[in-house]
């Protein structure tokens, strides 16, 4: 990837928050692997130059919830993120402020990794226009 592509690219990090340690269905048995990969995800974005974007899934009430303290980055991830969002829905794209925050940054390239594929990163994915270059 060339500067210039990098300067345009933003890492999306999703819902990697202390929030999930503390919901019911939480297993720490695949943990280790997921912060090392993510780290190292983190620090090829940050030596390359891409943005780095945090996002933070919010409810009213629960482990999810600003009151609850746990809306917040996994302690062990080192993350120093360019711009943080809160989303109250599982796409990053829905009332978060990121749009306007990638428009506003030139942003034409995305990463998008997090701590539920299958729910928050692939229904952000979902929200992306495609377009087919010849």
Request: glycine share 6%; hydrophobic share 40%; net charge neutral.
């Amino acid at each position: 990837m060339s500067p210039e592509d990098a300067a345009k690219t933003a890492l999306l990090l999703i819902d990697a928050q202390q929030s999930f340690e503390h919901a019911p269905y939480w297993s720490p048995v695949d943990t280790p692997r997921f912060y090392e990969r993510t780290q190292t995800l983190i620090e090829g974005a940050k030596s390359r130059g891409m943005a780095l974007a945090q996002i933070f899934h919010v409810e009213d009430s629960g482990p999810f919830s600003i009151a609850s303290g746990y809306v917040r980055s996994l302690s062990a991830l080192r993350i120093s993120p360019h711009a943080t969002f809160q989303k109250p829905r599982h796409s990053a794209f829905v009332a978060s402020g990121l749009p306007v925050w990638l428009v506003e940054h030139d942003i034409r390239h995305l990463l998008i990794a997090g701590i539920r594929t299958e729910q928050c990163c692939e229904t952000t994915r979902g929200m992306l226009p495609i377009a087919v270059i010849p």
